[in-house]
């Protein structure tokens, strides 16, 4: 097959015998969450629903990590819940913290002035710090290879009959993601400025996965639409095509929906095992699309992040200071940082998950009859005219109709 990326199994399989094939491997994983104590209905509710559309199968453990020690309570409704190991760890004060200076205080008053979401809150920077550059180092986080990163009061829609991380493993795939989204601009006004200087001084050679992060996109969700349509373009065509001539086009066209955009990118990911030296002259010519996989949502090997370029990229941007005089988001991070090693041939798109998270879902719609898949809020959603149905097929016992929030039961 050509195709870089694809849906590991469509439509449901059937997980007893799946688990009993004996070239199934279950992985070196676990969930991971972060939470607050008074949080607790949430993550019971986020829990709940990971055990019945997945983990009932696959007993796969879980990591609770507080700033504060969790209750008693916390850790004993838990664990009466879920159907595998619960550790539970705290977070030191290296990990959960800013600067404690007067300047600290002022700089969030400020943001908070000024509007910036979550500006304002302290605890919201240590968070964004603390998934940025601490979870993977955790004790309890390093025992694994890989993670699946949970939030209280998520949603999974869909039955997911099928292992992703063995998956992932067997593809040879290092981070998957259900949602692209662009970053609000006012939260990261230095981060893209920062990330080049780190590229400069370190003389990295970026993965191709940064091309996606600095093409002109003027729409976000297209890139998972144009990440979709290359599951099915034909490699022939694409060898036809000159290197450069794949790149201007790209460039020029930019989100245009025809077939010289397509090849331009089939093109370009065809190659995408090449690391690229960025152009240190051009610098002044580059832009951060904004664009960052939702990292609410995670499934990743722990080594995308616990390496010596992440690692100091990462130190480099906590001596900065942006982490309390802006308000970087973990998952800007998290994406601008991956594509300094990564390429996008390691990267998942999860098309098959449903999810919501707040007020945003990907609902998996038509993933199988030619139709696209793509991320949308409601509004979006509806003013697609797509209905907001899906059936990944039947099975019986647990069920895999997956629907969505307002189909009819
Ligand atoms: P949002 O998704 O960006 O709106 O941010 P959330 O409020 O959902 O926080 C992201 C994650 O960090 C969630 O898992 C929260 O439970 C967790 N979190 C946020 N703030 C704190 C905090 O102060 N303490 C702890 N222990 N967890 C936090
Ligand atoms: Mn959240």
């Given at each position: 097959?050509?195709?870089?990326?694809?849906?590991?199994?469509?439509g449901c399989?059937?997980?007893?015998?799946?688990?009993?094939?004996?070239?199934?491997?279950?992985?070196?994983?676990?969930?991971?969450?972060?939470?607050?104590?008074?949080?607790?209905?949430?993550?019971?509710s986020?829990?709940e629903n990971?055990?019945s559309h997945?983990?009932?199968?696959?007993?796969?453990?879980?990591?609770?990590?507080?700033?504060?020690?969790?209750?008693?309570?916390?850790?004993?409704?838990?664990?009466?819940?879920?159907?595998?190991?619960?550790?539970?760890?705290?977070?030191?004060?290296?990990?959960?913290?800013?600067?404690?200076?007067?300047?600290?205080?002022?700089?969030?008053?400020?943001?908070?002035?000024?509007?910036?979401?979550?500006?304002?809150?302290?605890?919201?920077?240590?968070?964004?710090?603390?998934?940025?550059?601490?979870?993977?180092?955790?004790?309890?986080?390093?025992?694994?290879?890989?993670?699946?990163?949970?939030?209280?009061a998520v949603e999974f829609y869909c039955d997911l009959t099928?292992?992703?991380?063995?998956?992932?493993?067997?593809?040879?795939?290092?981070?998957?993601?259900?949602?692209?989204?662009?970053?609000?601009?006012?939260?990261?006004?230095?981060?893209?400025?920062?990330?080049?200087?780190?590229?400069?001084?370190?003389?990295?050679?970026?993965?191709?996965?940064?091309?996606?992060?600095?093409?002109?996109?003027?729409?976000?969700?297209?890139?998972?639409?144009?990440?979709?349509?290359?599951?099915?373009?034909?490699?022939?065509?694409?060898?036809?095509?000159?290197?450069?001539?794949?790149?201007?086009?790209?460039?020029?066209?930019?989100?245009?929906?025809?077939?010289?955009?397509?090849?331009?990118?089939?093109?370009?990911?065809?190659?995408?095992?090449?690391?690229?030296?960025?152009?240190?002259?051009?610098?002044?010519?580059?832009?951060?699309?904004?664009?960052?996989?939702?990292?609410?949502?995670?499934?990743?090997?722990?080594?995308?992040?616990?390496?010596?370029?992440?690692?100091?990229?990462?130190?480099?941007?906590?001596?900065?200071?942006?982490?309390?005089?802006?308000?970087?988001?973990?998952?800007?991070?998290?994406?601008?940082?991956?594509?300094?090693?990564?390429?996008?041939?390691?990267?998942?798109?999860?098309r098959d998950i449903g999810y919501k998270h707040s007020t945003l879902q990907h609902c998996p719609n038509n993933v199988y009859n030619?139709e696209l898949s793509y991320f949308a809020t409601d509004e979006r959603w509806q003013r697609q005219g797509k209905q907001n149905h899906y059936d990944k097929g039947i099975k019986t016992g647990s069920g895999c109709r997956c629907k969505c929030p307002d189909s009819a039961e």
């Amino acid at each position: 097959s050509t195709a870089t990326d694809s849906i590991f199994h469509v439509g449901c399989i059937d997980t007893q015998e799946y688990l009993i094939d004996p070239v199934y491997q279950k992985q070196n994983a676990t969930f991971i969450m972060l939470a607050r104590n008074n949080e607790l209905t949430d993550v019971l509710s986020t829990l709940e629903n990971i055990e019945s559309h997945f983990n009932q199968w696959f007993h796969y453990p879980y990591v609770f990590l507080n700033d504060e020690p969790f209750t008693e309570e916390f850790k004993r409704e838990v664990q009466n819940l879920v159907s595998s190991e619960s550790s539970f760890g705290i977070l030191n004060e290296e990990q959960w913290t800013l600067t404690d200076s007067v300047e600290l205080n002022e700089n969030i008053q400020l943001q908070g002035d000024r509007d910036i979401l979550y500006g304002d809150n302290p605890s919201y920077h240590k968070m964004c710090r603390f998934y940025s550059g601490w979870f993977y180092r955790h004790e309890l986080v390093q025992q694994y290879e890989w993670y699946w990163r949970l939030e209280p009061a998520v949603e999974f829609y869909c039955d997911l009959t099928y292992d992703p991380f063995y998956e992932m493993s067997k593809s040879g795939k290092k981070y998957g993601f259900t949602v692209i989204i662009p970053e609000l601009a006012d939260t990261i006004p230095t981060l893209f400025r920062s990330t080049l200087s780190y590229i400069k001084e370190n003389q990295i050679n970026v993965g191709s996965l940064w091309k996606l992060f600095t093409l002109d996109y003027h729409l976000v969700s297209n890139l998972t639409t144009i990440l979709d349509k290359l599951i099915n373009y034909p490699h022939e065509i694409i060898n036809q095509i000159e290197d450069d001539i794949a790149i201007e086009y790209l460039l020029d066209t930019g989100l245009n929906d025809n077939e010289t955009t397509m090849l331009g990118l089939q093109k370009l990911l065809s190659r995408s095992n090449t690391k690229v030296p960025l152009e240190i002259n051009k610098f002044s010519d580059l832009r951060y699309n904004l664009c960052h996989f939702w990292s609410n949502f995670e499934i990743a090997k722990i080594d995308v992040f616990d390496n010596e370029i992440y690692q100091n990229y990462f130190n480099y941007l906590d001596a900065s200071g942006g982490f309390w005089q802006e308000r970087w988001g973990d998952a800007p991070v998290h994406s601008l940082g991956l594509s300094l090693t990564l390429n996008i041939s390691d990267i998942h798109y999860f098309r098959d998950i449903g999810y919501k998270h707040s007020t945003l879902q990907h609902c998996p719609n038509n993933v199988y009859n030619g139709e696209l898949s793509y991320f949308a809020t409601d509004e979006r959603w509806q003013r697609q005219g797509k209905q907001n149905h899906y059936d990944k097929g039947i099975k019986t016992g647990s069920g895999c109709r997956c629907k969505c929030p307002d189909s009819a039961e």
